[in-house]
């Protein structure tokens, strides 16, 4: 491709709202163009990478034995009502009426619509295992994108459906698919983690997220130094202490004015924050008031509390809300409400003799104990795991790092197949819902997790596997001195015929501009062609990893760059194989 013919033009500065190292490079780069509120154009080089990130994708997929299809954008409805989504999920699904007044929604995922067509096509315990997949556009309309490409409305998903008999089968599929992720993202050159995850709007039993590693990722993930533990810290776990022996003591108030918080509670009453309760209030979606309790040194995990409460979610909730049930903020405690699911961390169970509220302003209550003072409807795990805190494996500490997550394999098992029957009948005739596993890759995000962990201040430093181009060639030379731009028109054309992927600056501009292109776009190998060169019949090549060039003669570039590029894939291949 020559840069004089390409679409699209670098730039200088990035706009001044841009945050991200991806999305201003990528603009930079001309890979691509905001044309709404988390909505973009791929122009051609950023559209080469994610060609080649969805191609190796597939290569993967093929490989333990899927099935490439496609399924719609816009579905009808009711399919989601079968499901019990349509209701469930809030305003991210766009919803809108056909102009036959009928209702549809603009796809999110493919559950419903891979469990439609599993109840036309499978009936028998025959056709079954199954693994489909496509890769196709999908809507969620984000209240908050940012970054690029990195949380957009509309993106493009790879999405794989497992089908089998039973849950052993689901099993086996679900790892073969994470050994395929290992290698798909290894191929692209991503360094990652993978971590348990909540199943969140998806259901089922089980989910594993592959988290690369980024200090502008949204995600925190927990992660044991010995190898031995890794969780997304919405359901991340931790050593607790051991349940003390003290003995229970008489409840008894204690004036406390000015101590709305806890860590003013503890100061006025010279204790440490483990001996105190915090009280935090929501209501849930259902509409029931959620009364969580913790001990005062831990935080709640609204993931965890959620399940908990079987809540699909949570609001805090008002002063006018916690009133009604009989506590006060800033001195709230469960003793004597009423209306409220009681919820206690496991911490608030084994540490007695807490400090908690009174539910009268400026008042406190000393040695509450749970079953005793009051009854909690649920006790669970609902503390938020922090970096520090001790490995559930080992008990070493865990350390907390920043994450994206770019691609996540869930266990559905019989959710989706059970309400819209999607059945099979085994050996002796008996029906049975299908199993189903679900496992998601966006490949636009993918792209800029990629130039989040391959950068530097001049620019991207691509994977040879995703890079848009292999080789980037230029010419230098003044315009009364034409010999380096035929020599580089000589070169172009030996590259190409070698099946080199080869972006060739044959515009008019001063060396300092062609150089500055070269490594903000990023492709791997950069050769050019000056007087100087010519004078001894060479050519510079420089990698854009390396810190200096080296000079080939012009005959030798073509076997030379071929063997450069032969060694870049095969040190990625090698990371995959290593998976």
């Not at 050996?427 to 990629?450: E, K, L, N």
């Not at 950069?526 to 005959?555: H, Q, W």
Request: aromatic share 6%; with cysteine.
């Amino acid at each position: 491709m020559r840069m004089s013919h390409l679409f699209g033009r670098t730039l200088r500065e990035a706009p001044g709202d841009v945050e991200l190292p991806s999305h201003r490079l990528m603009l930079r780069a001309a890979l691509i163009r905001p044309l709404g509120a988390g909505i973009y154009s791929l122009l051609p080089l950023g559209w080469r990478v994610v060609r080649k990130i969805e191609q190796i994708i597939r290569e993967e997929m093929n490989a333990i034995g899927g099935q490439e299809l496609l399924m719609p954008v816009v579905h009808p409805a009711d399919i989601w009502r079968e499901s019990g989504r349509y209701d469930a999920v809030g305003p991210e699904m766009s919803r809108f009426k056909d102009r036959g007044d009928r209702d549809m929604v603009l796809a999110m995922t493919h559950e419903e619509v891979i469990t439609d067509l599993a109840r036309q096509e499978i009936n028998s315990y025959r056709q079954l295992p199954m693994l489909v997949y496509h890769i196709q556009t999908k809507w969620r309309d984000e209240p908050r994108s940012r970054g690029g490409l990195i949380r957009v409305r509309e993106f493009t998903m790879k999405d794989a459906y497992t089908l089998d008999r039973d849950e052993a089968g689901l099993d086996a599929q679900y790892q073969n698919q994470w050994h395929a992720y290992e290698r798909i993202f290894r191929r692209t050159g991503l360094a990652f983690v993978v971590v348990g995850a909540d199943t969140g709007m998806m259901g089922g039993t089980a989910s594993h997220e592959f988290m690369a590693l980024s200090p502008h990722g949204e995600d925190i993930v927990l992660i044991c130094p010995n190898g031995d533990y890794a969780d997304n810290r919405e359901v991340a776990t931790f050593v607790r202490d051991a349940p003390t022996g003290e003995a229970a003591l008489p409840i008894e108030e204690i004036e406390t004015p000015s101590t709305t918080t806890i860590q003013a509670l503890a100061d006025f009453l010279g204790i440490p924050l483990a001996k105190t309760a915090k009280a935090v209030f929501y209501t849930g979606d259902s509409g029931q008031f959620v009364f969580a309790v913790i001990r005062g040194d831990l935080d709640i995990n609204e993931t965890k509390l959620r399940k908990a409460a079987g809540e699909g979610g949570l609001t805090p909730a008002t002063v006018e809300e916690i009133r009604a049930i009989g506590a006060e903020p800033g001195f709230g405690s469960p003793v004597a409400v009423h209306d409220a699911l009681i919820v206690i961390d496991e911490s608030v169970r084994d540490t007695p003799n807490l400090v908690a509220g009174a539910n009268r302003a400026g008042w406190h209550l000393l040695n509450t104990n749970p079953g005793r003072d009051y009854q909690p409807d649920v006790v669970a795990d609902i503390a938020s795991a922090e970096a520090g805190f001790s490995c559930p494996v080992c008990g070493a500490a865990l350390t907390a790092e920043r994450a994206i997550e770019v691609g996540n394999i869930f266990k559905l098992g019989t959710r989706y197949s059970n309400v819209l029957g999607a059945n099979y009948l085994d050996a002796d005739g008996i029906s049975h819902p299908i199993v189903m596993g679900s496992y998601g890759i966006g490949s636009g995000r993918v792209a800029a997790t990629i130039v989040e962990q391959h950068h530097d201040e001049r620019g991207i430093v691509w994977p040879v596997s995703v890079a848009p181009y292999e080789v980037s060639l230029m010419w230098i030379g003044g315009a009364d001195d034409t010999a380096p731009q035929e020599a580089a028109d000589r070169l172009y054309d030996a590259l190409t015929a070698a099946a080199v992927e080869v972006l060739y600056d044959d515009r008019p501009e001063r060396a300092g501009v062609k150089f500055n292109d070269a490594d903000l776009i990023g492709n791997p190998v950069r050769i050019s062609v000056s007087s100087r060169t010519l004078e001894r019949g060479e050519a510079e090549i420089k990698l854009r990893t390396a810190a200096d060039a080296e000079f080939v003669a012009l005959d030798d570039v073509v076997p030379t760059v071929r063997r450069i590029l032969d060694g870049l894939y095969a040190e990625l291949s090698g990371e995959a194989q290593r998976s």
